[in-house]
């Protein structure tokens, strides 16, 4: 994946605390960044957590579905 799409993800999520599907959704908005093919997505998710630009956990809503939410740290 690009340099220029690693910034389009890290800017789709900003400030907020945003599950892979959401950072699809932002990335896919008009005039937003060249949206990554959605298979590399997660893959480039896990690589910025992996080197410590990204935070993830999990978390359940009141309904019990379970998501993983992705944050700068």
Known sequence: ???????????AIG??????YEVM?????????PEPPEPALY?????LEAVGRLRAGWSTDPS?????LYRKP
């Open 1 to 11: 994946m690009s340099a220029e799409s690693l910034a389009a993800v890290m800017a």
């Open 15 to 20: 400030s907020d605390r945003l599950s892979g």
């Open 25 to 33: 959704v932002r990335l896919a908005k008009p005039l937003a960044a």
């Open 43 to 47: 893959p480039t998710l896990h690589r």
């Open 64 to 68: 019990g579905r379970t998501r993983r």
